[in-house]
């Protein structure tokens, strides 16, 4: 029973458990809220590891980063950053922010594949060598809490400026190149889910802000990948007759 109640405890507090547990209240919907709003969270940090990992094997088989923005992705991966360097410095449970760590992994490797594959080899590993030393220096404790409020306020135009960029360049191209529909989707999908998540574990109108409108602009990535689809398809079939 103490293991149980030690598992639970990741879930909900000692308040919650005592109610739905030991009084065997089940109807208690602030509880059920929170129990609810955590396995979600927490099955959202676990998804998020394989999140972006369609958009990074697409880019590898394909040996291009054809259509994907590079500073759409330097944008995002700026917004991801903050976000994570704001709720760890709120102490925010890892549950309501966690996949932004392996998001921001996974979108680093993806804009070190564009600069690499785009001729920019140094240029790559000099990305990856200063991102790490940014995401130290913002996670350290050495950079004031009021400033990192700041970056998360900038985080809403940031993400919105980034994707907007990549619609900008899937509008030109007419197709969206190699841009993962899976990934887009998980990413549209995942933020939406965050809207609720947000509101119930840290009730930060900011942190909640961002979700909302992180869900519209990768919703419309998203409309993108369905309304370009034929196009996308016929490109690529272009490139390989090409090839």
Known sequence: MEAFKSLMSLFIPDHCY??????LNFLHIPCLSILFSKGIGYTMVVLSIFVKLP????????????GINFMSCLMEISAISFTVSYS?????????????????????????????????????VLYVVSYSIVMYLLCSGIVPYEFLITLQGA??????????????TNLKNQNTGQLSAVTCFMLFGGALV???TAYIETGDFLFIL????????NGLIAGQIVWYWAETA??????DKRA
């Open 155 to 168: 985080t809403i135009p940031t993400i919105v400026t980034a994707r907007l960029s990549q619609a900008w």
């Open 18 to 23: 005592d109610e739905l547990f030991v009084n």
């Open 234 to 239: 016929r490109a690529e079939l272009t490139k």
């Open 210 to 217: 961002t979700y909302v409108l992180s869900a519209t602009v």
């Open 55 to 66: 958009q990074i094997m697409k880019i590898i088989r394909a040996q291009s980063a054809e």
């Open 88 to 124: 760890y410095a709120s102490n925010f449970p890892f549950s309501a922010w966690g996949e932004g760590v392996f998001l921001g992994i996974q979108s680093v490797i993806t804009g070190y594949l564009v600069l690499k594959l785009n001729g920019y080899k140094l240029a790559s």
């Open 194 to 196: 965050r809207v609720f």
